[in-house]
């Protein structure tokens, strides 16, 4: 299996995965321009995907879900709340092309099964992934509020994460937001901070893990150098070996990572 994070950040998000049989994306939260200059990144198009897999209705993950179904051909799998929360956002997609899956059901397609699991965002029914593939495996999780106990049953031990460090605390509270937006990213439906990122990684890191992705900066509220520095130093102190056992890898809001093989 291999991945690419495309895209991660508060503006937009769009991950790559393939398999020798399938190409596939998670989200598609940028403009269908933007997607397929990343994926020119990596030496991938976009003619090629084969299925997206749709995490919830919010724009910075499904901006151009519509438009990469139709010119595309693309596959598209949602659940039935979400499906019914972008319908009126990404036009018309052709029902051929339409999948329904639910939170904890899993979709298999050869030699790749994606299994969704449910977490706590303020959207209408968010979900995420775990990707595997020929006995990798690779999790996404960049909008939640916090991880619990049986979200972190669901996602020990992956080979890989892109995990959500969405802000750092002082930043957003000292920041310019309004008072009701910073309770909203603070709160259980909100978003993982840098130190919750952490705190959640250090309960689900196993010996197969080798590669952990930061993602999901917030541009006015944090930086990478302050999400690494704070992600590491905390594993640091817990005995973790960063660097060691695995490694943290940044995300970008406008560039690719290097494609990278589980």
């Not at 030496?43 to 151009?64: I, Y």
């Not at 000292?174 to 990122?197: A, F, V």
């Amino acid at each position: 299996m291999k991945i690419s994070v495309l895209a991660s950040g508060s503006t937009g998000n769009t991950t790559y995965i393939e398999t020798p049989t399938h190409k596939v994306l998670v989200d598609a939260g940028l403009s269908g321009k933007k997607i397929n200059e990343l994926m020119h990144q990596i030496g991938r198009d976009l003619n090629d995907v084969d299925s997206l897999f749709v995490t919830h209705e919010h724009t910075d993950h499904s901006k151009s879900v519509g438009v990469l179904a139709r010119k595309y051909g693309i596959n598209v799998y949602a659940n039935e709340k979400t499906w019914e929360a972008i319908s009126g956002k990404v036009g018309k997609i052709p029902l051929d092309q339409k999948f329904d899956l639910e939170a904890g059901e899993i979709q298999s397609m050869g030699d790749l099964d994606v299994q969704s699991f449910p977490v706590s965002h303020d959207a209408v029914d968010p979900q995420f992934y775990e990707l595997h593939s020929n006995g990798k495996s690779f999790v996404i999780l960049t909008d939640t509020g916090y991880v619990s106990e049986r979200m972190a049953g669901v996602i020990k031990n992956a080979d890989a994460y892109l995990f959500e460090c969405n802000h750092d605390m002082e930043m957003l509270r000292m920041g310019g937001y309004p008072w009701p937006l910073k309770q909203r990213i603070l709160s259980d439906t909100g978003h993982l901070s840098n130190e919750d990122g952490a705190n959640a990684l250090m309960q689900v890191l196993g010996n197969r893990t080798k590669r952990i992705f930061l993602g999901h900066l917030s541009k006015e509220n944090n930086m990478k150098t302050l999400a690494h520095l704070t992600v590491a130093s905390m594993m640091e102190e817990h005995d973790f070996g960063v660097e060691h056992d695995f490694r943290i890898l940044d995300t970008d809001p406008d560039s690719a990572t290097n494609l990278m093989t589980l």
